[in-house]
């Protein structure tokens, strides 16, 4: 590449006012040694703890910054996406503001770039700081997520990553409203490669990810990728059906060589406890999926922007 490259960084930020000045200081840091140009996008997720003045005051003193804020909080693979659409760089590297995915490895990424990778994700070797009961439910997370559907996304990987421009703009045009990032860029396709990395703990503040959260995350992930749930209320009506054919002559025969099994109402209670839990179940399945269906329907817009800087045009809407 005869002219410099340009990088853009996409960071969301939802309170993180003890980890702006740190991530913007260890960004620039690194990116000097990067050997191509940079911007920074700040993308401000509805904070309320200053983390919005603060953006602010570093694009006045930086130019490389470029806060994006949003009129309320949208949640993180929102405003990742809306870091997306705004950037304009040869190459977009997705990064945690709470200084977990250390900016440092950001070279690593830029490396396996310039070798020809469209997209290279951070591959979390080691995590710290996290509970025990995360580690657990986000390795099994991503044990089922590659069970259940039929695109391979990469193992303890989050949303640190680089993807060429060519990769983004393919995901631009994905405008779904229930979104799973690291899903949607190994759908893509393309040369896609891994760098291992040791995740940090989180520099200031508390985590945004409480389980509730956690689990619309993967809800996210199962119901766009699959149709798994689904066919699982079909099959569990095959079995009930099928077990049901067979106990009819069963208990008839039982009944009519005088046998006491099956009297009183206790077997018939629990029978119809169970098919009921079951269609229940069913129909809550189907409620995911349409409830979704409905988002993409209305067809509102992903997220609203309250402000942006004019260096940064949305390239994509
Ligand atoms: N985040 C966001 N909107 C939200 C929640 C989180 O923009 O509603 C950002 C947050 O500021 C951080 C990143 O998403 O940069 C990851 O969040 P967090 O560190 O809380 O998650 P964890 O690392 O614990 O999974
Ligand atoms: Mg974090």
Redesign the pocket.
């Known amino acids: 590449m005869s002219k410099k490259p340009l990088f853009s960084i996409i ?6 006012i003890g980890n702006l000045d740190e991530l913007y200081r260890r960004v620039s840091e690194t990116m000097k040694k990067s050997g191509g140009d940079w911007e920074l996008l700040l ?1 401000d ?1 509805g904070s309320s703890d200053g983390s919005t003045e603060r953006m602010r005051e570093l694009a006045k003193k930086d130019k490389h910054v470029k806060p994006v804020i949003f009129a309320r ?4 693979q929102i ?1 990742v996406t809306a870091g997306l659409d705004y950037a304009s760089g040869d190459a977009v590297i997705i990064i ?3 200084l ?1 995915d250390p900016p440092e490895v950001m070279l690593d990424l830029i490396a396996h770039w310039r070798e020809g990778y469209e997209v290279v994700y951070a591959v979390r070797e080691t995590r710290k700081g996290e509970s025990w009961f ?1 580690l657990f439910t986000a390795k099994a997370f991503y044990r089922l997520i590659n069970r259940l559907t039929s695109i391979k996304i990469p193992v303890d990987t ?1 949303d640190f990553r680089l993807m060429d421009r060519r990769v983004v703009e393919v995901l631009n045009t994905m405008r779904e409203h229930h979104r799973f990032l690291r899903g949607m860029s190994a759908w893509v396709g393309f040369r896609q490669t891994g760098v291992k990395y040791h995740r940090a703990a ?1 520099l200031s503040g ?4 409480p389980v509730r ?1 956690m689990m619309r995350l993967a809800l996210t992930a199962i119901t766009g990728f699959s149709f798994a749930p689904l066919q699982f209320a079909t099959y569990l009506g095959f079995i009930s059906a099928g077990i049901s054919i067979i106990a009819i002559p069963v208990v008839v025969a039982l009944r009519l060589a005088g046998s006491q099994a099956f009297y009183g109402q206790a077997s018939a209670l629990i029978a119809v406890l169970f098919f009921g839990g079951v269609q229940l179940i069913s129909l809550g399945i189907l409620g995911e999926y349409i409830g979704r269906l409905y988002d993409e329907v209305r067809g509102r817009p992903l997220y609203i922007v309250r402000e942006a800087p004019k260096s940064a045009k949305q390239v994509h809407k």
């Open positions: 960071a969301p930020i939802y309170n993180e993308v997720d909080n949208f949640g993180h405003a945690d503001s709470d977990q995360k989050g989180r508390e985590t945004h990810y959260k």
